[in-house]
């Protein structure tokens, strides 16, 4: 199973890997967003999404809750073949929105299990460890809108935090073995986002919380279960649930969140000791977004590339990363309309993130198929045959390629010698001898770590003709014929015929 994209893919499980390995500066042969075109799966009034192995193949599902009149869970298994499976439908119809949804063992079956939050409340639905889920559990009442789950008090439970546009608005559940209980809560102003991260080093878990008039970060309690009065931060709104990356390369969790419904993305930067501050913000896309605005590596260079939706158009927008809390030229890839939410997770194994998004007018999913696993299609190195002491070049392209290793007879060669670009696309051999002449072909490696090798090409020498012209031209230093047989030129012939280049 892949350690990073297919286990439980949540905002929550990106906050526990986010910046706990610090990227390295883009690689420009890696900065390009490979998607393929989208292929749409029906499903009624579907708005909250997230990855997860729920059908316990080890590939990660695509999960959704749906708004009115939709299923209230819906699983589209996963393959390595990157076609979902037949929907699994479970809790019946929904009669709330759902707003958000995570995955995680909640009882004691080792089984996934969903936890929902909707416009009535918080619902959890126990898992059958084959898609389905038994009926949803009511926790509480209240408009819930982001709910992030970890293990708050270190007993080796998932518990589950929830921002809240009901008062209170920061809502705490522990968990009791058997299912969550709410615990603690905090009256905030109204929220939306919630995201759980060390922002002071102390040890403790604090909340970075958002809402439609500010942005706030509430420090947590010793124990974890609880957390202080908000304090906002004055860097403006984000009335959209929050993201957690690393985005600048230090090794700490910083934050995206979208504003609904202008399109913008603040990116929040969470410095040491605390230091939270507004890094940017990014013009907006649209007239209107996504509730969220994924933070995620879709290159393979290490540095996490940004994700939107415009609900309107029904697209889905992407910028590659470029360095701190910088972002390259948006490029668009059409889905259904609507789009709402986006998921990201490696539904076909491959090593590699996928990006799915939920369309509640187009009544669909959109799966975007990450193409960036394996370089593509190579197209190969073309044979030459050349005189003795000429320059050879030998070419390689590759739609995806991160890396190059040319070869000789299967044997990996270096720079130095005769040799030069062994690790580009372009081998250069230069003033050819016979130990040179053979197959040479191309390593080419993704930006995700997949290879392929060329199809090889032969490198060969011409035979010299019998005449003093051919012979002058094998002793000469490549000025050309120069009209005179010396004991050198004769030296040469000799010896090429003893290499076995001899005249018919």
Known sequence: MHPTFRSLVTPLMLACAA?????????????????????????????????????GDGIADVITGSDNGGPVVSVFPGSVSGTLGARLDSGGVSVASAFNVAVAR???????????????????????????????????????????????????????????????????????????????????????????????????LDAMASGASTIATLKGNPGGTSFQAPVPLG?????????????????????????????????????????????GTLPALGSQST???????????????????????????????????????????????????????????????????????????????????????ITPPSSQSLMLGADATFSVSAAAAGTFQWRRNGVPLTDGGHYSGVNTATLTVNEITSIEAGSYDCVVTACFGGSATSAAATLSLNPPGCNRADVTDIGDTGAGPDGQLTVDDLIAFVNTFSEGFGCP
């Open 19 to 55: 910046g706990l390995v610090p990227w390295s500066a883009a690689r420009a042969q890696c900065n390009t967003i490979r998607l393929a075109p989208a292929v749409n799966y029906a499903v009624d009034n579907p708005r909250a999404i997230t990855i997860a192995d729920v059908t």
């Open 106 to 204: 909640i009882n004691a079956d080792a089984v996934p299990d969903v936890v929902l939050s909707t416009s009535s409340g918080l619902r959890v639905l126990m898992g059958n460890g084959d898609g389905t889920f038994g009926a949803p559990a009511a926790i509480d009442s209240g408009s819930h809108r982001q709910v992030v789950l970890r293990d708050l008090n270190s007993d080796g439970l998932i518990d589950a935090v929830v921002a809240s546009s009901s008062s209170p608005t920061l809502r705490v559940y522990v968990n009791n073995g058997s299912t969550l209980v709410a615990t603690s809560s905090v009256a905030s102003i109204s929220l939306v986002g919630v995201a759980l991260t060390d922002l002071d080093g102390d040890g403790i």
């Open 235 to 279: 860097l403006g709104s984000s009335a959209a649930f929050l993201w957690p990356a690393d985005l600048n390369g230090d090794g700490r969790v910083d934050f995206t969140g979208p504003s609904q419904p202008t399109g913008a993305v603040n990116l929040i930067s969470n410095a040491p000791g605390g230091v939270v501050t507004l890094a």
């Open 291 to 377: 509730g969220n605005a994924p933070a995620v590596d879709l290159t393979g260079d290490g540095v996490p590339d940004l994700l939107l939706g415009a609900n309107a158009s029904g697209q889905l927008r992407a910028r590659p990363g470029t360095g701190p809390f910088a972002f390259g030229p948006e490029v668009s890839f059409p889905t259904a309309a609507g789009t709402i939410q986006i998921g990201i997770g490696d539904v076909n194994a491959d090593g590699v993130p996928d990006v799915v998004t939920t369309n509640l007018a187009g009544d669909s999913i959109s799966v975007f198929l990450n193409t960036a696993a394996s370089p593509g299609v």
